[in-house]
């Protein structure tokens, strides 16, 4: 079975301004100026929900490098497609506007992969031959021509139409959103250069990009430490988020399994969870080694402290 390849970009927040490569960027989020390092990050989301990062790259503001070696965020989306690709993993690519570019969708297209990618309302389209917003063109959309999809507990309203996109050289799907069906102005907009898709494959392919991106970013700031590395070198911060990446990779393999992990007691459901279990095996063996050394091999308190000292 296939999967689905998500890329999304995230800021890592740091406090020294000496780092390698960091600077200031807009945080959507918390709308202000950031002093962080902005990342651009695939993952791979298996057909039974585990999720593991694949590739990254750090983007390097343009005035911190050789105007050569500048790559923006839709060069750095291209190579990670291309590294995912040449790995033969299997899967369609999900993304947010932020990487619906042309020059994506075409790259995307012309190696016969697949892609759902979010879509900006203020897109210019092609529809009925003239040139118009998408949003103009989904207040078009007649009350009858919308159909319902329960997504999860919620009901949205749906129209389907093949279109063109300027720029991009193949026809494409797009998928009109609206919370009620009265709505005049879209709430959302999808878009895929697979043609025959139905609507629920469309939605469940791009929902991963949540599963494999946002889950990631949020479990390795708060429970892996992702942002925690301050070290100047761009070499120790590129050593730092493979780590950081290794770690989340080894403990999702610990989740959702049959039985439970003979080091974690019981089974475990989240990466914070099973972060407190590997912290509580550490402790557990820590304390079992200073008793076996004690009672067992006789060492003295200030033999044992030397050791847990050095360590």
Not at 120 to 148: H, S, T, Y
Not at 194 to 221: A, C, N, P, S
Not at 273 to 290: G, P, S
Request: aromatic share 10%; hydrophobic share 40%.
């Amino acid at each position: 079975m296939r999967g689905v390849i998500a890329i999304d970009k995230t800021l890592v927040t740091h406090e020294g301004k000496l780092i390698e490569d960091v600077g200031w960027f807009w945080d959507h989020a918390d709308q202000r100026h950031v002093m962080a390092h902005d990342y651009v990050i695939s993952h791979y989301v298996c057909p039974s929900g585990a999720h593991y990062p694949i590739e990254w790259h750090r983007l390097k503001k343009r005035d911190a490098c050789p105007e050569k070696e500048f790559k923006d965020h839709t060069q750095l989306c291209i190579a990670l497609i291309d590294a995912a690709l040449k790995r033969g993993i299997p899967g369609d690519f999900t993304f947010d506007s932020s990487f619906t570019s042309a020059k994506v969708l075409n790259h995307i297209q012309s190696k016969h992969a697949g892609y759902v990618g979010d879509l900006k309302l203020n897109r210019k389209v092609v529809c009925a031959g003239q040139e118009q917003k998408l949003q103009d063109v989904a207040r078009q959309i007649p009350w009858e021509a919308k159909k319902p999809v329960r997504v999860g507990s919620t009901r949205y309203w749906y129209f389907s139409k093949q279109i063109r996109l300027p720029e991009v050289d193949h026809p494409v799907r797009i998928l009109l959103f609206w919370r009620e069906r009265g709505d005049q102005e879209a709430s959302k907009a999808l878009v895929s250069n697979r043609l025959g898709w139905e609507v629920i494959r469309m939605v469940m392919v791009y929902r991963h990009r949540w599963t494999g991106t946002e889950t990631f970013h949020r479990d390795g700031k708060q429970q892996l430490g992702l942002g925690d590395c301050q070290v100047r070198s761009g070499e120790g911060q590129t050593r730092h988020v493979y780590l950081v990446s290794a770690a989340y990779s080894l403990l999702m393999r610990s989740l959702h399994q049959y039985r439970p992990q003979d080091w974690a007691r019981r089974t475990l459901t989240t990466i914070g969870e099973a972060c407190r279990a590997v912290k509580a095996e550490t402790l557990a063996r820590m304390i079992d080694w200073v008793v076996d050394k004690l009672t067992v091999d006789h060492w003295a308190v200030a033999d044992i402290k030397a050791v847990l000292a050095y360590s």
